[in-house]
């Protein structure tokens, strides 16, 4: 959904570097969302934001931080990466305003692999 | 803690409704049931969503049963874009405490 974007789109980095994951969106959403994906297995929740001041621990956050900038803006770090980060990251977001559905919708997802 | 139970994946063949079954014993008056869709390696795409009715959208429809205790989600005329790996959510609607849990899905072959 070209409304959500993340860059890079694919990353290689070795053990130890920070990395930082961006995210935006031009859905005008409150709502933003980290999830990781490993192979065979659903997204899990990294961090989660339901607007610029609020920010949330999912259920595998140890390891991460995020930032929200701006409404627009979310941003995933692994300040020192390790292999088991190794994994494709979505972004989504959803508008608590939209009927009651609060549908999720992502991003393209960014494929991270740390040596 | 799953809510959700799915098999691991399905084959349907080209042109054939495919029916996606999704057990969710344990479900509350007021969770949802939401499904989404993970084509490939993109990020995943709501289908549809229901409480308790019968639900149809332009891309499915979603049977829940009358003790929602379990639902399907159908595909009237699979077609090979439909391969994908199927997610089955219970959830209440707009709950600032609780978000989407995505399980390992279903991974519905498409055949020609």
């Known amino acids: 959904d070209a409304d959500v974007t993340q860059t890079p789109r694919n990353r290689i980095t070795k053990t130890g570097k920070r990395i930082m994951l961006e995210c935006s969106q031009t859905k005008g959403h409150d709502r933003m969302y980290w999830y990781r994906q490993d192979p065979g297995l659903g997204l899990r929740l990294i961090y989660y934001s339901f607007d610029v001041k609020d920010i949330n621990k999912g259920e595998i956050s140890d390891g991460y931080s995020v930032s929200r900038q701006a409404q627009a803006k979310f941003s995933l770090s692994l300040e020192s990466a390790i292999p088991n980060q190794t994994a494709l990251y979505f972004c989504a977001t959803s508008d608590a305003g939209q009927r009651f559905l609060d549908e999720q919708f992502f991003g393209p997802g960014t494929r991270l692999t740390v040596l | ?112």
């Open chain 2, 1 to 112: 803690d799953a809510k959700t139970t799915q098999p691991p994946s399905m084959d349907c063949a080209e042109g054939r409704a495919a029916n996606l079954p999704c057990n969710h014993s344990t479900i509350s008056g007021n969770e949802y049931v939401y499904w989404y869709r993970q084509i490939h390696s993109q990020g995943p795409q709501y289908i549809i969503h229901g409480l308790k009715n019968n639900e149809t959208n332009e891309m499915a429809s979603l049977i829940i049963t009358e003790d929602r205790k379990s639902s399907t989600l159908i595909l009237p005329h699979a077609t090979l874009r439909d391969t994908a790996v199927y997610y089955c959510i219970v959830r209440v609607a707009r709950n600032y405490g609780q978000n989407f849990v995505f399980g390992p899905g279903t991974r519905l072959s498409v055949l020609p």
